[in-house]
């Protein structure tokens, strides 16, 4: 039988860096690869307790079906905790998501024509653009730098692309680079949003968990017109499989949305969502980020300094305020998917993520970004060790 897709699904292909990543899944083998939190941190006692309450109160509340745009409960406590953020925010302002995830899903869906133009910091978010990607936009991308996106040059990059109807950021401890937008540039940011009447996202899984330095406004927070789509998520600050996320969004947006929630899945998880919010009811969720703050930030500087003590001094990385990763930038000529295909894995036993496909427009192969909060503290420092003599043998030789 032969099978004609839809149009739309040529641009949905498998990832060859997914495939250099199962190999990673061998237990023999060092990950840096995952954007994955430490599971020893996770809050399993107090997850218990709550998901065994919940699945026996009486009536069967948490079992049955629920409001498509999530639990009135869990509304009101995602809009105070942003509203803690520094945010205006009702419980009318959120929809709960499986997962942030499906909010760059929805976002393209709801505003992308093929051959539409996104803009997004290059590099951005790889998990983005495989949602962006089945919408068939274009890509038009801004330079990073230890700022963030170089607004004087989004102001070019709008002129040139008439058909840009959104800005993708991820303005927190940018993945893959781990760099913050700066305060002056969110502003600009905003104001050039204002000025060519394009939709900006804004994504912020890492928000909370900043190590140095003072938290900066979220977008959302500056803007004027309504035009910010603020995605949040429990993935990275709770644990990732409760898989809940949220939208905050003007109304309209927001409606809009919603009904795309209904077509995709009804509605998030009943049962997580309900012990979702008795955790929060329950337990102190700052009190256990900070938790998460302090250990990440040990990690990072454990990973940091290894780095220094064993990579190439021709190699950077960068030193990020907080987040999961750095971003290493190798010498010009560095195949850094060929080199983990041919010698990270196979030798050294490590895996990391190569940079190039992390670039929408024009791939950049001397780039990786490298994972420090899932490892253990040991396997950071042999990982690293055993990285750095690979790369050392590949450039004397």
Not at 42 to 63: C, N, Q, S, Y
């Amino acid at each position: 039988m032969t099978f004609r897709y839809a149009q739309r699904m040529a641009r949905v292909q498998p990832s060859a860096i997914r495939e250099l990543l199962a190999l990673g899944a061998d237990p023999s083998i060092i990950s840096f690869g995952g954007g994955y939190p430490d599971a020893t941190l996770f809050p399993v006692d107090k997850l218990d307790a709550v998901f065994h309450e919940v699945i026996r109160a009486p009536g069967g509340a948490a079992l049955q079906y629920a409001p498509s745009n999530g639990l009135p409960r869990l509304r009101e406590q995602i809009a105070s905790l942003m509203r803690a953020d520094g945010t205006d925010c009702t419980a009318d302002d959120v929809l709960v998501l499986q997962g942030s995830q499906q909010g760059l899903d929805f976002a393209a869906r709801m505003l992308i024509d093929p051959d539409d133009v996104i803009i997004t910091e290059d590099p951005t978010f790889l998990g983005a653009l495989i949602a962006f990607d089945p919408s068939q936009p274009r890509y038009a991308t801004v330079p990073v730098d230890a700022d963030g996106m170089q607004t004087d040059q989004l102001e070019a990059v709008l002129r040139a692309n008439p058909r840009a109807r959104m800005i993708y950021t991820v303005p927190d401890f940018q993945n893959p680079t781990g760099v913050t937008l700066s305060l002056e540039r969110r502003k600009a940011l905003i104001a050039l949003a204002n000025a060519h009447d394009v939709i900006v996202l804004e994504d912020t899984p890492y928000r909370h968990i900043r190590f140095t330095g003072q938290s900066l406004p979220t977008l959302k927070s500056l803007d004027t017109e309504g035009r910010v789509i603020h995605l949040g998520s429990f993935s990275k600050v709770l644990v990732p499989a409760l898989r809940i996320g949220w939208a905050v969004a003007s109304p309209d947006l927001l409606e809009r949305m919603g009904l795309l929630k209904v077509a995709a899945d009804t509605q998030t998880s009943t049962l997580n969502m309900a012990a979702a919010s008795l955790f929060l009811d329950r337990y102190d969720l700052d009190d256990h980020i900070a938790t998460l703050r302090s250990a990440y930030r040990h990690k990072k500087e454990t990973m940091l300094d290894a780095i220094r003590q064993h990579f190439p001094q021709d190699i950077h990385v960068t030193d990020p305020e907080g987040g999961l990763f750095t971003w290493a930038t190798f010498p010009e000529g560095f195949d850094a998917t060929t080199f983990m295909r041919d010698v990270a894995l196979p030798q050294a036993r490590v895996a990391y993520v190569p940079g190039a496909t992390f670039f929408p427009v024009t791939p950049r192969p001397n780039y990786a970004r490298i994972n420090f909060s899932a490892p253990s503290e040991a396997n950071i420092r042999s990982g690293i060790a055993a990285l750095g003599e690979a790369l050392k043998s590949h450039f004397l030789s």
